[in-house]
């Protein structure tokens, strides 16, 4: 028999003496997996030497973890990473809100059904995403959220307010036999934070003055900045004391992990049909432009630069792209140079600028990051003396235009015209496809322009290099 078709009490107790408790059930799970060469945390990129094995190590210890790191770093991926180690389905009492545990169910009114029904209570089973509460802490999160509150529906119906069924439950025992997260944590009033000491530590919650013992069977999971949790005052000592393994998390340590990262969780933009490449050469620029951010003296690093720039970015770049090709009829959505300029508004707003730094333009300082990376990049490409053929053809009075709107095929005479160029838009893409030869010669030109081989002018929103 299936054993989820079960749905009486006294039918699950001959399959079950015992239920494994959350920490049990993933401890296992994770067991399992690892005996089973199963990938775990398949989702997180760049982590497999740090933060994965502290979670392991954690989660075989049942450890309550703190998870400290500057935002976009993948806290959300962790938590819900660790939601594969749930069995896919448990059992619980039916109807109980805080998903009582059938053999042993904690709450007043599961408590009662036992006398009065005994084993013929129902049984109910809920999937593992049912069984994570997340809660972003702010200073008005109350006890009631968090904790609980007397229902005012069942005191009206003639029950006290010492009569422990006349509980509305709050998050944390909403999230009982499963998992708690609560992002932000230091952003948690101090009188909140006891509250939730004291269900990790003592078992016991109090609502409204009455003290109620709830041995609550959840684990923790809470996340900072690092900065706001290590501050003085901002976490209650003995909240700090209950987290029992303290993990940090960090930005991609390369380039080439940010790009998976952006490739990964960019929202694929619907092309009516047309097909898309990027060059890798894009990508990168892209990638290191948050790179370039994460170490500028103009941006505030405190909360981080997070991979969210790099994937809103990498949206928004085809988005420019996939314009021109429906405007100019081309087939192939290919970003270019001049693109990059429409992610500055994806960039911007994820960026704090430094105090010192205010009589800087957001504008500006988004520009000069798309320089840098963007002559970071041409320098691993090219060496400027390899290209003295091409210097030579702008030395002897060729000119070119490139804006975001001029059609891939005018490029192409530049291809003819210019010796060397082809030869090194071959070595970054195929030289057949017009779209991602267009792009690399825009690459090409702008690197020569930022090593001050090529001057460059604006003239009616078209770039000129001479
Ligand atoms: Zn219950």
């Not at 994770?30 to 994965?52: A, E, H, S, W």
């Not at 090219?382 to 053929?389: P, V």
């Not at 030579?392 to 005479?413: C, H, K, M, R, T």
């Amino acid at each position: 028999m299936d054993i989820e078709k079960i749905r009486k009490l006294s039918e699950l107790r001959t399959h079950y003496k015992h239920m494994p408790t959350v920490r049990e059930e993933m401890r296992n799970n994770l067991i399992r997996m690892i005996t089973n060469k199963q990938p775990l945390f398949r989702d997180l990129k760049g982590y497999d030497d740090t933060v994965i094995p502290q979670i392991i190590n954690a989660i075989m210890c049942g450890h309550n973890m703190i998870i400290l790191g500057e935002r976009g770093q993948g806290k959300s991926r962790i938590i819900r990473g660790l939601m594969d180690l749930f069995d896919e389905y448990i059992p619980v009492l039916a109807g109980c809100p805080i998903h009582d545990n059938p053999l042993n169910p904690v709450c007043a009114d599961c408590k009662k059904n036992i006398v009065i029904h005994g084993d013929d209570l129902l049984i109910d089973w809920i999937p593992r995403d049912r069984r994570l509460v997340e809660k972003l802490a702010t200073s008005d999160v109350s006890t009631a959220d968090l904790i609980g509150e007397v229902d005012p529906i069942k005191i009206s119906e003639g029950r006290t307010l010492d009569d422990e069924t006349s509980i509305h439950f709050g998050l944390v025992p909403r999230a009982n036999r499963g998992l708690f997260a609560i992002n932000e944590l230091p952003d948690l009033a101090e009188k909140i934070q006891v509250a939730l000491f004291n269900v990790m530590e003592e078992r016991d919650m109090q609502i409204k003055g009455f003290p109620v013992r709830l041995p609550l069977d959840v684990m923790i999971v809470a996340s900072a900045n690092p900065e706001d949790y290590t501050s003085r005052g901002r976490i209650i000592t003995p909240l700090k004391d209950r987290f029992d393994a303290q993990i940090k998390t960090h930005y991609p340590k390369d380039r080439s992990i940010e790009i998976e990262i952006m490739e990964q969780e960019a929202r694929h933009l619907p092309l009516n049909g047309l097909k898309s490449s990027v060059p890798l050469f894009i990508k990168e620029i892209l990638a290191e432009m948050t790179l370039q951010a994460r170490n500028s003296p103009d941006i505030s690093q405190h909360s981080g630069v997070s991979c969210r720039a790099t994937i809103r970015s990498y949206e928004a770049i085809l988005g420019s792209a996939l314009r021109r090709c429906l405007e100019l009829g081309e087939k192939k959505v290919v970003p270019r140079i001049t693109d990059i300029e429409a992610t500055f508004p994806s960039i911007a707003g994820k960026l704090e600028l430094e105090y010192g730094g205010k009589d800087r333009k957001e504008g500006e300082v988004v520009e000069e990051l798309a320089r840098r990376a963007t002559k970071v990049v041409f320098d691993e490409q090219f060496k400027t003396d390899e290209l003295t053929s091409i210097i030579n053809s702008f030395n002897n009075g060729i000119g070119a235009v490139v804006s975001q709107s001029i059609p891939s095929a005018e490029y192409l005479d530049g291809l003819k015209n210019i010796p060397g160029l082809k030869d090194a838009v071959k070595s970054l893409v195929n030289v057949e496809c017009q779209a991602e030869a267009a792009s690399a010669i825009e690459f090409i030109l702008e690197g020569l322009h930022l090593s001050n081989k090529l001057n460059k002018e604006t003239l009616n929103g078209k770039f000129v290099y001479k």
